[in-house]
């Protein structure tokens, strides 16, 4: 049986959470090294958006986005040692997410951190935050959003 724990954070309020929830992420995110324990929440039913909210420390969370969503031939290649820090093969269950940060008021860009994705195995519940040797991409790649609508259709 799994026991529910409650996380009581300055966003969210109380999370219920249990175990099986949490995503470890051994060596932190970049400048976070010491926050190596999250959950995933959604921003909203039909938003792209998720929010990587720390359990190590409430009052921390990352807005986070599939990049795809927003950048479609984004491809970034995980190198074999990453891959296998993961323990990823062909066939394991995963997400790939990127950091976002929303620009303007009323919000018109986004910026993705393209260059260091999170790549996280859904089986073992772990991640990483990758950072790739390609420099195809970077770490405040702007997104413009088309409208005022597709703005608040992707942040609600």
Request: a negative charge.
């Amino acid at each position: 049986m799994n026991t529910v724990t409650i996380l009581t954070g300055t966003r969210f309020g109380a999370v219920e959470f249990v175990e099986l929830d949490v995503l470890t992420i051994h060596e932190g995110l970049i400048g976070f090294p010491t926050l190596t324990q999250f959950l995933l929440l959604a921003h909203g039913e039909q938003s792209p958006f998720q929010w990587l909210q720390s359990v190590d420390e409430p009052g921390i969370a990352f807005l986070v986005v599939d990049p795809v969503s927003f950048v479609p031939d984004y491809a970034p290649e995980i190198d074999d040692v990453q891959a296998e820090a993961l323990a990823l093969s062909e066939s394991t269950p995963r997400l790939l997410r990127t950091t976002a940060r929303l620009i303007g008021q009323p919000v018109e860009e986004l910026s993705l951190n393209l260059a260091a994705p999170i790549v996280l195995n859904l089986e073992q519940r772990i991640g990483k935050q990758v950072v790739l040797d390609n420099e195809a991409y970077n770490i405040r790649h702007r997104v413009t959003l088309n409208s005022n609508a597709e703005c608040e259709a992707r942040a609600a």
